[in-house]
């Protein structure tokens, strides 16, 4: 594949910034050409190095680009400025991202500051990292630690790539020490601050300890660490990218400035904009800068990370984001820019996940199955010292063997790697309680591809095969919800039935187009609030296999409802086996990928979809219970044996997995995975339990006051969503799911509404709108609102309210175009809290006043159970429906009249329309939608006036039945009226809701 640039200098010129590739020190130039970005987004190449000018007085290196994020009229690149290299496959080293700057491109001045401010937040990181090496210095002799990992093998060092093994990879790179007593005490207490018994250690906390609580490993916590000091992240944000949250972001870097500052908006901001989102643009490129450098992001120049070892490219000629797969590429909306400029050697591909690898050696004891596992935390020196121990029990050997003249390597010893991708879907992305379960297009929430990977650390496949074992996680594919605002929140469902069905068949059918068979393992519990959701789960699933199967040919969907609970109850997990016990012949069938000389010799032939509600913790327990029976039959095959159930040494699969689900569990629901300390240990302890206890308070703050913001933004970034996103949120201090396109909903609920409440085959549908009207009648303003249908024919207009849940007509009234009195329309000011709700412009509505009939029915409601599934119609029965009547029973008194109040939806969602979209036109405004509405009404009120007055002139026509000469001959007309003026909603507005959205606000936002 056409090669990427891995380092480049950012400078910013009058006309732009000057991305030049920069090639690693004692290497012949970069073949590859500059770019230039000007200050309005554009992206181009530039034909002559320009690194010398004066024009460039100071210059920022990085490792390559994430993408151009476009904010109102405001640029600003995204660079990678730190990461920490955590694996290699085949070879290719992997990169984890661990900070970012964001660089305005307005001015030149602006760009500069930028460029500055990432330079000193780059130096004041290297001294940090000194400074820890000097305190580990000092430390007592006594207290030994094991080496760390430095964060990546840099192309310009000049130390041959051979000189240390990594103990925990098995790759080559340098190695540097990082440890202080500073680091134990405040860095890590802020980690694990509920256990305290060794804050105050010189040794800091020991692997055994770790290990005994069930945390990561210390190698990790090394790696971690260094994080710690690289945060640039103000303090008030939470959530899962948030500083509070531990597992989530590290301790913050008190002198490092903002990205930008709120005094430092870009000054191009020019054209049309709105106001709300440029005043939330500081915390819009806080939060970006957060998302991108919270550890959760991998790179490779030359792996493509999206795709299984079994299906790598290794000889295309194509760029690396051409063979990307979209489904896991998180930066290409905001590559879009390179991507049509063509500048392929600057568009490098993110996933977002995890990338574990850990190395380990199985040293045969005899001729049979037994073997010994030596622990990847230990050194290459131990791991040969331990071997040679263990074939010379008789010999004296000194822990001060001569590094000089190692001993020989065991003969009867094998080195393995283990390596662990994770891939989270770009569909239906997004945190805990704001993407639960499916949208129209068959996508999950939380659908994570994981990837468990065997080799050597050569990866020499003519002398060791490779094996893939790949499994998913997905949330239940039906369209339901659940609020974040209770511990033990109720599942709400939507739908009809078949809506529900198409959904879960699409879901499976695109499942099993690209994994083969698939079985499901559901681990919600049966009873409880999250028994609903469960049964129709499997009755879904029974339903798709009546139906055809997942491709409608008889391929049936494998299903089986583990109630994980109630099975492990009294925290016994071990009772999982019994699962792997019903698995087991699906694992063996499907089996798994097998490499051998460069070639797939067996391909896996099916996936295992386990899920739960959020699909973190009971999830992450029974996905590693299934990698490590894949990996125990992997080495079986090779006459190695292995029991990573029982076998202490064999905690490093236990961390790895962890590790896995703790980092999929903070992108999710931002904090680490609950029941981890079992996943790592094997053990339930009651300090687990309590941890738990603890993240769980962290994820209810988190659902309830951070991850609206958060999610607006991730929707963003993907191109889910416009800018008017940011403004929603202002406004409600929340965001919607967008899980179905609103405007099929709309429409289908017109057509629905139609069918159900147009008796008279004589009446034809004229035109069918959806506006927002108060909860109640003869009401101008309501504590809620929501969405009705109006619907007008040849002769009434009928009032429909829906039950958007279930798809059903929940109430109607027909109205008599006769008895029409007036329509006026004007300014509908409901809020006053928020900028975008006190926009007369935007907020446009309108009220038919109509006399009401005194002896017929007004309003007829479906008095049948909502989710019984019987008819939609309501029906005149008795037994069937009730009808409202008017209090007014005596037909003697007149008649005062009543009134509906509409008001004008948005012309258009913050989610764009797809690009294959027929109509592409630019929607009318609200104005425009609310004075097409009246003229149209009135034009057929006035027709059928004027048809009256014509039926009843005719001779021969009853006196007394004709209405009053008012009634019948005065025409309609279109009054401008404010509804509620600005004036009169900010009288209504109490300074207890005021008070009570100023403090939301300061909290949310």
């Not at 944000?237 to 500052?261: H, I, M, R, T």
């Not at 999830?619 to 029982?646: K, M, P, W, Y």
């Not at 509409?902 to 797809?914: D, E, G």
Request: charged residues 25%; glycine residues 6%.
């Amino acid at each position: 594949m056409p090669g990427l640039v891995r380092k480049l200098l950012i400078f910013a010129a009058v006309d732009g910034l000057i991305l030049q590739p920069a090639p690693p020190r004692n290497h012949p130039p970069s073949t590859q050409q500059a770019i230039k970005i000007d200050y309005k987004g554009n992206v181009g190449p530039l034909l002559k190095d320009r690194r010398q000018e004066d024009t460039a007085p100071v210059s920022l290196e990085v490792h390559g680009i994430i993408g151009l994020l476009k904010v109102a009229t405001s640029f600003f690149l995204i660079s990678i400025c730190g990461r920490e290299q955590v694996a290699q496959i085949h070879g290719k080293p992997i990169y984890k991202i661990t900070d970012v700057a964001l660089i305005p491109l307005s001015s030149q001045t602006d760009a500069d500051k930028a460029i500055v401010s990432a330079r000193e937040h780059i130096q004041r990181h290297k001294k940090a990292q000194d400074l820890g090496e000097e305190d580990e210095e000092s430390e007592s002799e006594s207290e030994e630690e094991a080496p760390s990992v430095t964060d990546s093998l840099e192309e310009d060092s000049t130390a041959p790539p051979s000189e240390v093994k990594d103990p925990l990879t098995g790759q080559r790179g340098r190695v540097e020490r990082r440890s202080s007593v500073a680091e134990d005490v405040i860095q890590r207490k802020g980690l694990y601050g509920r256990f305290t018994d060794k804050w105050f250690s010189k040794k800091g906390w020991k692997a055994e300890s770790r290990r005994s609580q069930g945390l990561t490993s210390e190698g990790d916590l090394r790696k971690n660490a260094l994080k710690n000091v690289e945060s640039t992240v103000p303090k008030e944000e939470e959530g899962p990218l948030s500083p509070s949250n531990p597992d989530a972001f590290p301790v913050q870097d008190q002198d490092a400035p903002e990205a930008v500052s709120p005094e430092e908006i870009p000054k191009a901001l020019e054209g049309p904009t709105d106001t709300t989102t440029v005043a939330l643009l500081p915390k819009i490129l806080r939060t970006t800068k957060m998302y991108f450098a919270s550890g959760n992001f991998f790179f490779s120049y030359d792996y493509d990370l999206s795709r299984g070892i079994g299906q790598q490219q290794s000889n295309s000629s194509l760029a690396l984001f051409k063979q990307f797969d979209p489904l896991f590429f998180w930066n290409q909306h905001i590559m879009s820019p390179f991507i049509d400029a063509g500048q392929h050697s600057f568009i490098l591909p993110v996933i977002q996940g995890f990338v574990g690898q850990r190395s380990f050696s199985i040293k045969v004891v005899d001729s049979g199955s037994n073997s010994v596992v030596i622990d990847p935390a230990s050194t290459p020196s131990d791991i040969q010292l331990q071997s040679l121990r263990e074939n010379n029990s008789d010999t004296d050997v000194s822990s001060d063997t001569n590094t000089e003249t190692p001993p020989p390597e065991p003969s009867n010893g094998k080195d393995f790697l283990l390596t662990l991708v994770s891939r989270r879907s770009t569909k239906r992305a997004g945190l805990r309680y704001l993407r639960r379960g499916v949208d129209e297009e068959g996508n999950a929430a939380n659908s994570v591809e994981t990837e468990q990977i065997l080799s050597s650390p050569t990866w020499n496949t003519s002398q060791d095969k490779i094996f893939s074992f790949t499994q998913f996680r997905g949330s239940i594919p039906l369209f339901f919800s659940q609020s974040p605002y209770s511990l033990k929140p109720q599942v709400s469902t939507w739908g009809s039935s078949d809506t529900n069905a198409q959904a879960f068949k699409r879901h499976f059918a695109d499942l099993s187009s690209r994994y083969g068979a698939i079985y499901c393992v559901s681990l919600v519990d049966k009873h409880g609030t999250e028994a609903k959701i469960g049964e129709l789960f499997e009755r879904h699933a029974k339903m798709l296999n009546e139906r055809g199967g997942m491709d409608g040919k008889g391929k049936e969907l494998g299903f089986e409802w583990f109630d994980f609970h109630y099975v492990c109850r009294g925290m016994r997990f071990e009772n999982v086996s019994k699962l792997m016990e019903t698995l087991g012949p699906f694992l063996k069938a499907t089996s798994w990928t097998e490499i051998s000389d460069d070639q797939s010799v067996q391909k896996q032939s099916g996936v295992l979809r386990t899920n739960c509600m959020d699909c973190l913790d009971r999830t992450n327990v029974v996905q590693s219970a299934c990698a490590r029976t894949a990996l125990e039959a992997q080495l079986s095959a090779g006459s190695f044996s292995i029991d990573l159930q029982h076998d202490p040494s064999t905690s490093w699969f236990n961390t790895l997995w962890a590790d896995n689900g703790d980092a999929i569990s903070r992108q999710y629901a931002g904090t680490a995975a609950l029941k981890g300390d079992f996943t790592r240990t094997r053990k339930r302890q009651i300090t687990g339990a309590l941890t738990d206890f603890g993240l769980t308070l962290t994820r209810y703050y988190n659902n309830i006051v951070n991850d609206y913001f958060a999610q607006a933004v991730i929707d963003y970034l993907l191109g889910r969503a416009t800018d008017t996103i940011f403004a929603e949120f202002e406004a409600d201090m929340k965001n919607s799911d967008y899980f179905i396109d609103l405007r099929k909903v709309r429409q289908a609920a017109i057509e629905r509404s139609a069918g159900i409440v147009i008796e008279d085959k004589d009446e034809d549908l004229i035109a069918g709108w959806t506006l927002s009207v108060p909860t109640s009648a003869d009401r101008l303003k309501t504590a809620t609102f929501e969405e009705a249908v109006l619907l007008l024919t040849e002769k009434a207009l009928y009032f429909c309210r829906l039950d958007w849940g279930t798809e059903k007509v929940r109430e109607f009234e027909r109205i008599q175009l006769e008895n029409l009195e007036s329509v006026f329309r004007g300014a509908y000011i409901t809020s006053t809290l928020a900028q975008r709700h006190m926009d007369e412009q935007k907020n446009i509505g309108f009220v038919l006043r109509y006399r009401a009939e005194p002896s017929g029915e007004l309003v007829r409601r479906n008095t049948r159970s909502l989710d019984s599934g019987i008819l939609d119609a309501p029906s005149t029965g008795p037994d069937k429906s009730k009808s409202s009547k008017s209090n007014n029973s005596n037909n003697n008194k007149p008649n005062p009249g009543r009134f509906l109040a509409f008001k004008a939806l948005p012309p258009r969602s913050s989610i764009p329309p797809p690009s294959d979209a027929a109509d592409s036109s630019t929607p009318e405004t609200e104005a425009e939608v609310v004075k097409s509405i009246c003229d149209e009404i009135v034009r057929v009120a006035n027709k059928t006036k004027k048809a009256d007055r014509v039926k009843w002139s005719l001779p021969g026509t009853d006196r007394e039945e004709r209405p009053g000469e008012d009634a019948q001959d005065k025409e309609l007309a279109v009054e401008e009226k404010d509804i509620i003026s600005l004036a009169d909603a900010k009288k209504s507005t109490g300074y207890l809701e005021q008070l009570g959205y100023s403090l939301k606000k300061l909290v949310w936002a």
